[in-house]
């Protein structure tokens, strides 16, 4: 049984409230209950005391309720209050104690016109970045140097003049292919759509622009339809968003790869500056010709370097090298020859020395018999060793002969040098016509002129 149902039960025993603590409870009940809810009516008595809050009424045909709204959340507010206009509010149901009125807490207030746009925004924003379509991973970069540059957006408005501007200030080469829609009114959506798939599959472009100029939410709104943003996620294509101005977001921008703030902008992302690139160009330019440069120098020692290789391993030098070695051995032979003919002479007239010295006759004939003996070894000896020399000398004629020019000569071939310079001739391009040259045959040579080279 409920306590008021006992009215007799001792005071010690009840249960009382004081006004303040009903209040209060009230108040956690009202709040815990109801959370936050959207309210449309019609604003009346509005207060706006130097403490910067506001205090009103809202209200319809058959009910009205006390609003307070505090400084800290109107003055994030784009608009200006006034009795009579009706509005849409987000709030928490809450209870002002001292004078136990209950009263709306407003959070968030707007015009209600756009009321309705504003709750399917959030609820097509909640859903898109549920399905990862705002995740920054999927976003694409824009191209450094496009080739072509599509815009999807309304042939006759602001937007499309404004970027065909930029884009001829910054880099008129850059081709741009326009894709015109609507963008607003009945069906714009599915136009603006349709064209985006379009631009995709034609592959015409390698970056698109989509937007339009700015205007009211209702305006803009063809650009925060489901249709729109599924298309841009869809094109393969990387998407610029530009609708509207700075202040200005829709569902497009979310989903498209790089948000513009205007259309001047997006323009102003797409192309590069001419300028700049026709500086880099030329800086580039510069580098490669120092190294060309460079790489002309280095060859051209190289080439130097193996010129006069060639010329020390030319056969005219090796011949004449084989025949200085040929001449040293020659020499060196003969002298050696000398030296043993010294040696021999030297030890035959000691002997005869020692045969004058010792007169007997016997000794006389074992000297003479010796000195014949000596005599018959000696010449045999020395037309062994001469037969030799001349066996090793004829042996290096044979070799450098064989690597002689003149035995090529002999065949039939010549050498053809510049008269006077004596330089060896190796291609046509080296004797213009008019040239003179000297021809080295096997015997004798001849003096030509250069008439005709092929």
Request: with cysteine; glycine share 4%.
């Given at each position: 049984m409920l306590e008021t149902d006992s009215p007799k039960l001792p005071v010690r025993d009840r249960e009382v409230y004081t006004v303040s603590r009903l209040n209060r409870e009230v108040r956690g009940l009202l709040e815990g209950s109801l959370g936050l809810i959207w309210l449309e009516g019609e604003l009346s008595n509005l207060a706006r005391p130097a403490s910067g809050h506001w205090y009103f009424s809202l209200k319809d045909e058959g009910a009205q309720v006390r609003c307070a709204m505090f400084r800290q959340r109107n003055t994030r507010l784009g608009l200006v209050p006034r009795d009579g206009m009706q509005v849409l509010v987000r709030a928490r149901v809450g209870l002002y104690e001292p004078r136990g009125e209950y009263q709306l807490v407003v959070e968030h207030l707007e015009e209600a016109g756009e009321g309705e746009l504003r709750r399917r925004f959030e609820a097509l924003k909640r859903q898109l970045a549920g399905e990862g379509l705002f995740e920054t991973a999927r976003k694409r970069p824009l191209p450094r140097l496009p080739s072509a540059i599509?815009?999807?957006?309304?042939?006759?408005?602001?937007?499309?003049?404004d970027i065909l501007?930029?884009?001829?200030?910054?880099?008129p080469a850059i081709p741009v292919m326009v894709y015109p829609v609507p963008v607003q009114g009945d069906g714009a959506a599915a136009k603006i759509a349709e064209m985006i798939t379009v631009a995709g599959r034609r592959a015409e472009v390698e970056v698109l622009i989509v937007g339009r100029g700015g205007g009211s939410l209702e305006d803009l709104w063809a650009f925060n339809e489901e249709v729109v943003a599924r298309a841009i996620a869809a094109c393969p294509l990387p998407v610029v968003s530009a609708v509207g101005h700075?202040?200005?977001?829709?569902?497009?921008?979310?989903?498209?790869d790089v948000?513009?703030?205007t259309p001047s902008a997006a323009a102003e992302l797409v192309a590069p500056d001419a300028g700049e690139w026709l500086q880099q160009v030329r800086s580039t330019a510069a580098r490669f010709d120092k190294a060309w440069q460079r790489l002309r120098n280095r060859l051209h020692e190289d080439l130097t370097w193996y010129h006069k290789r060639l010329r020390q391993l030319h056969p005219a030098v090796l011949v004449e090298q084989q025949s200085q070695a040929l001449d040293e051995l020659q020499l060196r032979l003969a002298a050696t020859v000398q030296a043993q003919l010294g040696d021999l002479s030297q030890q035959l007239a000691v002997r005869i020395a020692e045969l004058g010295a010792h007169s007997p006759r016997a000794q006389l004939a074992r000297a003479?018999?010796?000195?014949a003996l000596m005599e018959t070894r000696i010449v045999p000896m020395l037309r062994h060793l001469l037969a030799r020399r001349r066996d090793k000398v004829a042996e290096l004629a044979r070799a450098l002969n064989a690597v002689s020019p003149l035995a090529t000569l002999e065949r039939g071939y010549a050498i053809v040098t510049k008269a006077p310079a004596g330089t060896v001739v190796n291609s046509p391009a080296e004797t213009p016509v008019g040239t003179e040259l000297e021809i080295r045959l096997a015997r004798g040579r001849i003096k030509a002129r250069?008439?005709?080279?092929?």
């Open positions: 599509g815009v999807v957006t309304s042939a006759t408005g602001a937007a499309i003049r501007q930029v884009l001829s200030r910054r880099f700075e202040v200005d977001v829709t569902i497009a921008d979310l989903v498209a948000r513009a703030p003479q018999q010796r000195l250069v008439t005709a080279c092929t």
